[in-house]
T-cell receptor
Framework: EDQVTQSPEALRLQEGESSSLNCSYTVSGLRGLFWYRQDPGKGPEFLFTLYSAGEEKEKERLKATLTKKESFLHITAPKPEDSATYLCAVQAPGYQKVTFGTGTKLQVIP | DAMVIQNPRYQVTQFGKPVTLSCSQTLNHNVMYWYQQKSSQAPKLLFHYYDKDFNNEADTPDNFQSRRPNTSFCFLDIRSPGLGDAAMYLC????????????FGPGTRLTVL
């Protein structure tokens, strides 16, 4: 069974203090690893898909990286508007099902 | 703008009173999903459709059912809601191409009294 474990559960940063969120996964092959952002009371919003080990993607202050066992979401010089829960998810080849982790709740303090 | 719409945004029902949540999409995606998400938990997949093919997760209670009458619409029926069914219900779609990502609706917050 596919599993996704995210750490830490919660992270509090000062504005400008860079850090990384971790997503460890086990899946029977990997069709894609996804990162989403979820604001309170809203549906998740897509950030990135990573397909193979060594791949990296960037968007503004966020950079996602992938190895064979884990993915990192690096946040550089975060701002208060980056405060949200960040969800990681994996999808196995040939399946439409996506398995989510419980997320990391990020709070960025001005 | 192409999007995923869920109605209602907030639903209050009584213990045991059937409720139906709806989802519509203008993305013309062939896959639609229903998730249940409780506070501080991962979204839990209840069902998904690949076109008209229905896929039920093994641990989805029989109390939950779904219908997809056409490509654009999907419904979640909760036959006899219990207190434990209070949650956010998320609809999502995905299609061919792109980054295989899912597009989520804003969710329906269900309260059971």
């Amino acid at each position: 069974e596919d599993q996704v474990t995210q750490s830490p559960e919660a992270l509090r940063l000062q504005e400008g203090e860079s850090s990384s969120l971790n997503c460890s996964y086990t899946v029977s092959g990997l069709r894609g690893l996804f990162w989403y952002r979820q604001d309170p009371g809203k549906g998740p919003e897509f950030l990135f898909t990573l397909y193979s080990a060594g791949e990296e993607k960037e968007k503004e202050r966020l950079k996602a990286t992938l190895t064979k066992k884990e993915s990192f979401l690096h946040i550089t010089a975060p701002k208060p508007e980056d405060s949200a829960t960040y969800l990681c998810a994996v999808q196995a080849p040939g399946y439409q099902k996506v398995t989510f982790g419980t997320g990391t709740k990020l709070q960025v303090i001005p | 703008d192409a999007m995923v719409i869920q109605n209602p945004r907030y639903q209050v029902t009584q213990f045991g009173k059937p409720v139906t949540l709806s989802c519509s999409q203008t993305l013309n995606h062939n896959v639609m999903y229903w998730y249940q998400q409780k506070s501080s938990q991962a979204p839990k997949l209840l069902f998904h459709y690949y076109d008209k093919d229905f896929n039920n997760e093994a641990d989805t209670p029989d109390n939950f059912q779904s219908r997809r009458p056409n490509t654009s619409f999907c419904f979640l029926d909760i036959r006899s809601p219990g207190l434990g069914d209070a949650a956010m219900y998320l609809c999502a779609t995905s299609g061919q191409g792109g980054d295989n990502e899912q597009f989520f609706g804003p969710g329906t917050r269900l309260t059971v009294l």
